[in-house]
């Protein structure tokens, strides 16, 4: 179990600083997508495996959801997308599969071999989960979302076209 652990450490690592080192966004998100799986396999190893089910549904279904439709919503033009269509070739996605095919290798021993953790803490079930979210954490979660929507609302308004505004003097002399 100790090897699973490094390993899905080492991949998180790897993935985490591929995400930080990408130009384009979509690639980034491939990184990142593989970099929150292996952080659940993480947080599965040392024992806590309905975070970790949270982790994958949360961070890599609903963040990356988010930020899928923040870069939809910034409505790019033509030229950006045939030039994204050059950048996503065959070629992009070999990087985030073998992280991909590593986590996935994990997981399989770690089912098939039955063995259990070593870390001597008590499995965190969905009430402890719920009672720290809406207990002691409630302001955290609402601070949270209030950053997200803050964050969305912000992309949106340094992202949007504005239209070009021409003086009517000037009209004449740009046709």
């Given at each position: 179990?100790?090897?699973?652990?490094?390993?899905?450490?080492?991949?998180?690592?790897?993935?985490?600083?591929?995400?930080?080192?990408?130009?384009n966004?979509?690639?980034?998100?491939?990184y990142?997508?593989?970099?929150?799986?292996?952080i659940?396999?993480?947080?599965?190893?040392?024992?806590?495996?309905?975070?970790?089910?949270?982790?994958?549904?949360i961070?890599?279904?609903?963040?990356?959801?988010?930020i899928i439709?923040?870069?939809?919503?910034?409505?790019?033009?033509?030229?950006?997308?045939?030039q994204?269509?050059?950048?996503?070739?065959?070629?992009?996605?070999?990087?985030?599969?073998?992280?991909?095919?590593?986590?996935?290798?994990?997981?399989?021993?770690?089912?098939?071999?039955?063995?259990?953790?070593?870390?001597?803490?008590?499995?965190?079930?969905?009430?402890?989960?719920?009672?720290?979210?809406?207990?002691?954490?409630?302001?955290?979660?609402?601070?949270?979302?209030?950053?997200?929507?803050?964050?969305?609302?912000?992309?949106?308004?340094?992202g949007?076209?504005?239209?070009?505004?021409?003086?009517?003097?000037?009209?004449?002399?740009?046709?």
């Amino acid at each position: 179990m100790e090897a699973t652990f490094y390993i899905a450490s080492a991949v998180a690592v790897l993935a985490t600083i591929m995400v930080i080192t990408r130009y384009n966004m979509v690639h980034a998100l491939l990184y990142l997508i593989v970099s929150f799986l292996a952080i659940a396999v993480v947080i599965f190893v040392l024992g806590a495996p309905f975070i970790a089910a949270l982790e994958i549904i949360i961070y890599a279904g609903a963040i990356v959801v988010l930020i899928i439709f923040v870069i939809m919503m910034l409505n790019l033009r033509e030229e950006t997308v045939t030039q994204e269509k050059t950048w996503l070739t065959k070629e992009v996605y070999v990087g985030p599969a073998l992280l991909s095919v590593v986590l996935l290798a994990e997981i399989v021993y770690i089912i098939t071999s039955g063995e259990t953790t070593s870390v001597n803490q008590p499995v965190i079930d969905a009430t402890a989960v719920g009672v720290s979210l809406y207990g002691p954490y409630v302001i955290g979660v609402e601070l949270c979302g209030i950053l997200l929507m803050s964050g969305i609302v912000g992309a949106y308004h340094l992202g949007r076209q504005k239209k070009k505004i021409v003086h009517r003097f000037l009209e004449k002399i740009e046709e």
